[in-house]
């Protein structure tokens, strides 16, 4: 039972253009959602986060958007770099019940031509 | 600063071996969790540790075990490993409800 869902494995996108990176979840209790980066033969590392009070938090060029009703959240990167390549994984968890235990995607690989 | 400092980076195992990951943290957080990256199957937890002296069951917990004998060290063991045990294993660290660190993983091949 896969409870976040990163229905595309890979995205592929020029630089300059802008990465849309999608997430999709199921268990309404989650109330946090994250996205990490993981470069290979690294660990994942933090990018952005948004909570369910909000709707998009935004990091410079790093956009979290989030679609309560829909239960989808994605990840907009403008412009995009080609350093930006690199494995995203969306994660979620429900603040009052799992003491912060992470549920991630599957991942989508992206890669930013130059 | 280290952050979380994960060994070995890399093992080749026989089935039915004992190995232990080893992950220690410098940043005192309380929580630590392991998970393992799968293709395809993201990252999924094998168990956690609010804080010291206390640790939990995560998604995949069969076959590992776990100790939290003080802040900064959280080993995963092993007992028998088996070749579906091939994976990537991560560490993180986090302060309660915070944002998790994780180490830079330990690749480890059960043959």
């Known amino acids: 039972d896969q409870q976040v869902k990163q229905n595309s494995p890979s995205l592929s996108v020029q630089e300059g253009r802008i990465s849309i990176l999608n997430c999709d979840y199921t268990n309404s209790m989650f109330d946090y959602f994250l996205w990490y980066k993981k470069y290979p033969a690294e660990g994942p590392t933090f990018l952005i986060s948004i909570s369910s009070i909000k709707d998009k938090n935004e990091d410079g060029r790093f956009t979290v958007f989030l679609n309560k009703s829909a239960k989808h959240l994605s990840l907009h990167i403008v412009p995009s770099q080609p350093g930006d390549s690199a494995v995203y994984f969306c994660?979620?968890?429900?603040?009052?019940?799992?003491?912060?235990?992470?549920?991630f995607g599957q991942g989508t690989i992206l890669t930013v031509h130059p | 600063i280290a952050g979380i400092t994960q060994a070995p980076t890399s093992q080749i195992l026989a089935a039915g071996r004992r190995m232990t990951l080893r992950c220690t943290q410098d940043?005192?957080?309380?929580?630590m969790y392991w998970y393992r990256q799968d293709l395809g199957l993201g990252l999924r937890l094998i168990h956690y540790?609010?804080?010291?002296?206390?640790?939990g069951k995560g998604e995949v917990p069969d076959g590992y075990s776990v100790s939290r004998a003080n802040t900064d060290d959280f080993p995963l063991t092993l007992a028998s490993a088996v070749p579906s045990q091939t994976s990537v294993y991560f560490c993180?660290?986090?302060?309660?409800?915070?944002?998790?660190?994780f180490g830079a993983g330990t690749r480890l091949s059960v043959l």
């Open positions: 540790s609010n804080t010291a002296g206390t640790t």
């Open positions: 993180a660290s986090s302060r309660p409800l915070g944002i998790q660190y």
């Open positions: 994660a979620a968890f429900a603040g009052g019940t799992s003491y912060g235990k992470l549920t």
């Open positions: 940043m005192r957080h309380n929580a």
